[in-house]
């Protein structure tokens, strides 16, 4: 059983920052990439922010600059630093994770339940 667990979610006033934390969990092998998602109301999910095992990153536009993903290897963990936040970024933050579980295992994606994110005008 693999299972993600997104935290840190919550209401911050505009400029604020925040912390969302994203905690893989189970029988894990090797997590290769982890990212966020986010899909705000009557939106479809977009990807904010991805980071490979390496720490190569990369992030949507619209966040470059004030979102910073990163990574701790040995807790299985992803990290999404989000600073200077506006009302645009309000929606539920999704963790993914793309892992194997054994050496020779097939590589599977797995998502997180979400964790909103509101700003408020």
């Known amino acids: 059983q693999v299972q993600l667990v997104e935290s840190g979610g919550g209401l911050v006033q505009p400029g604020g920052s925040l912390r969302l934390s994203c905690a893989a969990s189970?029988?894990?092998?090797?997590?290769?990439?982890m990212g966020w998602y986010r899909q705000a109301p009557g939106k479809e999910r977009e990807l904010v922010a991805h980071?490979?095992?390496?720490?190569?990153?990369n992030y949507a536009d619209s966040v470059k600059g004030r979102f910073t993903i990163s990574r701790d290897n040995a807790k299985n963990t992803v990290y999404l630093q989000m600073n200077s936040l506006k009302p645009e970024d309000t929606a539920v933050y999704y963790c993914?994770?793309?892992?194997?579980?054994?050496?020779?295992?097939?590589?599977?994606?797995?998502w997180g339940k979400g964790t909103l994110v509101t700003v408020p005008s």
């Open positions: 993914n994770a793309d892992l194997t579980r054994s050496r020779y295992g097939q590589h599977m994606d797995y």
């Open positions: 189970g029988s894990i092998f090797s997590i290769n990439a």
């Open positions: 980071i490979t095992s390496g720490g190569a990153t």
